[in-house]
């Protein structure tokens, strides 16, 4: 099936409940229309199936047609066809002109081209002055759809298309067509359904509630409450919209026409309109604002730049033999490397920052303003390309906020990256444990009650001052979101100025889709530095300050904490893994920053962090390619990442509904990644194989809950297969069936879909399980009493026997710096540690079998650390230098079943402090 095809139609669908989205149902309605078509087709046929089949037919020509009034193609005079057709009883050109559709949508043709269902196909194809083709460019022209909110009838909205059409020129860069839709809710509906919409135009004198009932479509409303615009004057629903509009889908380009006086206007409402026309004075100055708009988004300034260098001819006199291809064509030996890559990589490899070009380190052309757009469409102030990972990334920001001395709140699973840059920063670390689910190997994220219990000690302690940043992993590995807003509200109460590195490496697409967006650190740091300004916050404020007078600070660390207004600073920090979930070349990572006190606190030390960690010489290609990847969101990452999303629904619903695959596996949802205490929502499952996606209230739960779960993230639970994650992963899914996943657990694996992902490899995986749990089956079957015993023992083994996951235990008092206050706080010194260890005399090595060890520890000596060990899975280190080994810690390392463990040999043992080196440091 390829890769855009519309999903075949299973019989079993019927129910709408079972479509977690309107796009599922579109492609799904019009398949079965093309079936019913085509079989109403043959003749002989007796009345009752013609009846049965027209009903059919007659009710899912209704169905689309109200679909696709939010989409210019069918259009809603192709329907008039369409019924006259069905009418007529001309059930055999019906038919045809059905497939023609089908086939437009499936293969995007009409997005290369103008579909006329009245001219057959053979002359359609004829006509040039339908394509879409930009013959300077020699390619198509990129297609999209204009949105028209006005109240208008279908003889308007023709002359509107016709005078529209009529201004096109063959030198415009871009192509587009127009939705009209008449109320403030089916605009609301038609650019969250409709992903070709890159721009509207709101009219004014439109009502506001939808005559369109179709629960599906009114599900896109369940987000929004009615009491924020039911109230609205008619002269205020055009700019109430546009609000909205910006809200839900950031990147599209807004205008507005009024009959209002513009002059009155224009200065509250111009920072969400690209323009403000005033009762459509001119149709060709609305079109060419359109275009000039989309073209600010297409614009790549470096990959641009760098195209055009590559055309330059040029004498290179400089470093890198490869540079224009010269060391590989006049080889005799590696003439296959120009084969396999091209000569285009080759001839836009250079070391020069001239020509054109720019440099990294000191950027002031393309790089600078390929940063600026990116900035623009993360939502951050500023943005700073990485090329070195996002590793890379976290050592920069952690090295520009950090001094030596400073206090950090950690994430204790998060990156290792961070852990080494606490070394390099001379950070002193408190580490946050993040609550565990021992019966998946795996560890969650740190509830918010833990971090303000942290932040209230070091309050007690007199030490506030010198906490200055908490570091936390949104999303993290498994897929659990934090409450951002929740989490630096209530962090600020407690100190306003307060640092917030967000490590958002698999989370750079949530910025793309409305629900997931309100949980990332740039949205976030924006929705609360305006919130924190408005005259509404400061009376709330003052109501809570005086609710919570007699509190103690014991008592806050349960209780809804506000930042006070006149203290407050956002400054949060996010570094994310563009290659990961975007599109860029491995290793294009971005820093995005919303820090209020940036330019007069942090811009010089930042420049000297990044500069520390960045080469000299950074690759273009990547920095080529996350120009290409910003643009590529800006103008389809709504579609991409809507789609993402809905191949993991469909994966997991697939799962859960399939007789055998259910037998032995299941996805887990919200209520085993997430206690309960921590989804007020009561949200447990976003799926239920019985009700569907219905009133799974799903957005409630991202509204309200301390934890969600990404549903493109996909944990498998295997405890029932009697297989481990480890050999579930090579064994069977990689050796077998080319299947490549990355992170397991002892008795899980994760898939992940991306903006890559297509179905037919959502096809091949669910058809790979099928064959497995097959495979299973039969291995059961075959199995004589020994070796079902055996069987037997491994599923238990999965499922019951799990060994339980260690928290932090603590810091040595020789590298703990709070071990001797008179409040004793918990950060330790890794730094020194680190570098204690460079000394080989001051370590040792053990065994963690019970005669070595476990004799040492029973003596009463504290056994301290004097490396990072990090076992994968889980990738985050269980010990830390300077850190005690605990009881918990050596059971939990002795039950691993991973043969990858960095920091440990186990012919060797442990390295360790010796008890000298310690006493020296007392």
Known sequence: MPDNAIPAKRKSRTNLDFYHSPTQLRFDTWNRLEEHATRLRQKHMRKADVAALSKKIRDEITLLETIENYSAFPSQEDFKLLWQLFDQQDFDLMSRIVTRIVRALTGGTYRSRHINLRVPTELEDKDEATQYYDEERH????????????????????????????????????????????????????????????????????????????????????????????????????????????????????????????????????????????????????????????????????????????????????????????????????????????????????????????????????????????????????????????????KIVVQALVKPGDIILVDRDCHKSHHYGMVLAGAHVCYLDSYPLNDYSMYGAVPLSEIKHKLLMYKKAGLLQRVKMLLLTNCTFDGVVYNVERVMEECLAIKPDLIFLWDEAWFAFAGFTPTYRRRTAMATAKRLQARYRSEEYVAEYTDYVKRIAKSKDADLVNQRLLPDPAKVRVRSYATQSTHKSLTSLRQGSMIHVYDQDFNHKVQQPFVEAFMTHTSTSPNYQILASLDIGRRQVELEGFEMVQKQIELAMAIRERVASHPLLSRYFRFLSAKDMIPEEFRPSGIGSYFDPEKGWRNTRMEEAWAVDDFVIDLSRLTLYLGLTGVDGDSFKNEYLMDKYGIQINKTSRNTVLFMTNIGTTRSSVAFLIEVLVKIATELDQEREDAGRVERKLIDKRVKSLSEELPPLPDFSYFHAAFCPGAANKVKTTEGDIRSAFFLAYDHENCEYMTIDEETIGAAMNSGRELVSASFVTPYPPGFPVLVPGQVVSEAILAFIRALDVKEIHGYEPEIGLQLFTEEALHKLQ
């Open 139 to 394: 390619q198509q022209r990129p297609y999209f759809e204009v949105l028209f909110v006005d109240e208008s009838g279908p003889d308007d909205v023709k002359r509107l298309r016709e005078n529209l059409h009529q201004l096109r020129r063959p030198e415009d860069q871009f192509i587009y067509d127009i939705v009209v839709v008449p109320t403030f809710e089916d605009a609301l509906i038609a650019v969250l359904f409709n992903y070709n919409i890159q721009a509207a135009v709101i009219r004014y004198g439109f009502p506001l509630q939808s005559v369109n009932h179709l629960e599906i479509l009114q599900r896109y409303l369940a987000r929004i409450s009615e009491s924020d615009y039911e109230d609205a004057l008619d002269i205020e629903r055009g700019p109430l919209l546009g609000n909205w509009l910006s809200e839900l889908r950031p990147e599209l380009d807004l205008y507005l026409v009024t009959d209002a006086a513009v002059e009155d206007i224009a200065g509250n409402v111009t920072q969400k309109f690209s323009r403000i026309f005033y009762q459509q004075e001119d149709y060709l100055d609305l079109h060419l604002n359109i275009l000039r708009g989309i073209q600010q988004r297409y614009q790549t300034p470096f990959f641009t730049a760098l195209r055009k260098y590559s055309r330059q001819p040029t004498g290179v006199f400089h470093a890198m033999p490869i540079s224009r291809g010269k060391s590989v064509t006049k080889s005799h030996w590696i003439k296959d490397m120009a084969q396999f890559y091209g000569m285009n990589i080759f001839l836009a490899e250079t070391s020069a920052t001239s020509g054109g070009l720019d440099s990294l380190l000191q950027p002031h052309g393309p790089i600078k303003k390929a940063q600026e757009l990116a900035a623009r469409a993360f939502g951050a102030k500023r943005t700073y390309f990485v090329t070195n990972g996002t590793s890379t990334a976290n």
